[in-house]
């Protein structure tokens, strides 16, 4: 598993839920709408458990990071079409440069995918560009559809390349349609046309998102990259830990960075909604 991950930038693991743990998993995205709980995963009573605190995922998570990783609440859950999650990007701050610290060294940073539908068959689902962790060029790597079935989780390193939504055709479900065509086919609403694609499986297409790392420089350079981006900014001030949750994440071996203070202390007006390439002379705007 970990091998692959090195060398694919991503790995997919089979079975860490069964059916009817997801079920629950998307009666608590259905309330976390409902209720509009916006905080991190972890801050979630419907979700903490089940997801970020969840044994299956977390033994995976160790196995790929080499040692217990840290939560630093970049983390939500998704219900529906989000605008703009179609086409090829990265998630790591050092996104043009390949002399640039992110790519010096080993990336420590991952983030998990747990998809609440079946994208084996359907349209919705991951892609990746294959073996992308090693190039800032988000032209390169082979783009895969990556077949999640009910109950699956993928891992993919920050610095893959990788988009949401990936839509199969009827007839040739695996051949890939340039992003670009997709997401003007796909209109805002995501509704690409039903006689040419497959349609999302279910009414709702739901997924849970969750970043781990270690404790080292990339985690530092991300979370000061992070303070400069709305939605996490946003996400931190909303997550609030429990005492009970922080000491079952350390029961569990998964240790917690707190950013709620932080975040408190950041004024939204100085943060970006968009990646910024010079996010790093913006910093004296917000710390
Ligand atoms: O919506 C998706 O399938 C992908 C989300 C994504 O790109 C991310 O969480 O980094």
Redesign the pocket.
């Known amino acids: 598993m970990k091998m692959h991950f090195q060398k694919h930038g991503w790995v997919l693991v089979r079975g860490i839920f069964s059916p009817c743990e997801i079920e629950e998993l998307r009666q608590g995205v259905i309330r976390s709408q409902a209720e509009a709980l916006k905080g991190s995963l972890l801050s979630n009573p419907y979700l903490n458990r089940q997801s970020v605190l969840n044994d299956h995922v977390l033994s995976v998570v160790r196995s790929i990071l080499g040692e217990d990783p840290t939560y630093f609440g970049d983390s939500?859950w998704?219900s529906g079409f989000?605008p703009g999650?179609i086409g090829f990007?990265k998630?790591n701050p050092d996104k043009e440069r390949q002399d640039s610290p992110d790519w010096m060294s080993d990336y420590t940073i991952i983030?998990t995918?747990i998809?609440l539908q079946d994208h084996s068959q359907y349209s919705?689902?991951?892609g990746i560009r294959d073996c992308s962790n090693y190039t800032v060029d988000t032209t390169k790597g082979q783009p895969i559809f990556v077949p999640t079935q009910v109950g699956d989780m993928v891992l993919w390193s920050l610095r893959t390349t990788?988009?949401?939504?990936m839509t199969r055709l009827r007839l040739l479900p695996n051949l890939f349609i340039p992003l670009s065509i997709l997401s003007k086919i796909s209109r805002a609403d995501y509704s690409p046309p039903k006689f040419l694609f497959r349609s999302l499986g279910r009414d709702l297409r739901m997924?849970l998102?969750s970043s781990y790392g270690v404790l080292d420089k990339h985690l530092e350079r991300y979370i000061k990259y992070l303070c400069l981006r709305r939605y996490a900014v946003q996400t931190w001030q909303q997550s609030r830990y429990s005492d009970e949750t922080k000491i079952l994440a350390q029961k569990q071996g998964l240790k917690i960075l707190d950013l709620y203070e932080k975040a408190s202390q950041i004024k939204l007006e100085s943060t970006y909604v968009d990646h910024n390439p010079n996010w790093e002379g913006l910093l004296g705007g917000v710390l």
């Not at 990788?162 to 939504?165: A, E, I, Q, V, Y």
Request: net charge neutral; proline share 0%.
């Open positions: 939500n998704s989000t999650v990007h998630d983030r995918g998809y919705g689902g991951l990788h988009s949401g939504f997924a998102f």
